[in-house]
């Protein structure tokens, strides 16, 4: 079982950035794609972003595209999300996921193991 414990998250003005880190323990990353969702009060936890096992291949939503970078770095068994140009709407709670699978994917019942999430607040 793999256990993912979030960090980064904070307040930050618009147009800020913050660096997400999710670290894994227990079983290596590296058997894993991975993917980050969020959730808004009020409303459903939506797919952010998402990198192959490889690292060679990521995906994210329209509304993050060149602001937010995925990546992993598999020696520190941490995988990170870049958020630069944040918005107010970024604001969220935002978790990692774990896909054992080789890609990665959008749909959340699709991955294995979940951390606990980390808060966004985006001020205006």
């Known amino acids: 079982q793999v256990q993912l414990v979030e960090s980064g998250g904070g307040l930050v003005q618009a147009g800020g950035s913050l660096r997400l880190s999710c670290a894994a323990s227990?079983?290596?990353?590296?058997?894993?794609?991975m993917g980050w969702f969020r959730q808004a009060p009020g409303k459903e936890r939506q797919f952010v972003a998402a990198?192959?096992?490889?690292?060679?291949?990521?995906d994210y939503v329209d509304s993050v595209k060149g602001r937010f970078t995925i990546s992993r770095d598999d020696a520190k068994n941490t995988v990170y999300l870049q958020m630069n140009s944040v918005k107010p709407e970024d604001t969220a709670v935002y978790y990692c996921?774990?896909?054992?699978?080789?890609?990665?994917?959008?749909?959340?019942?699709?991955?294995?193991?979940w951390g606990q999430g980390t808060q966004v607040t985006v001020s205006s």
């Open positions: 227990r079983r290596t990353l590296s058997n894993y794609a």
């Open positions: 996921a774990a896909k054992w699978s080789p890609s990665w994917s959008r749909v959340m019942y699709e991955y294995d193991y």
């Open positions: 990198i192959s096992r490889s690292g060679g291949s990521t």
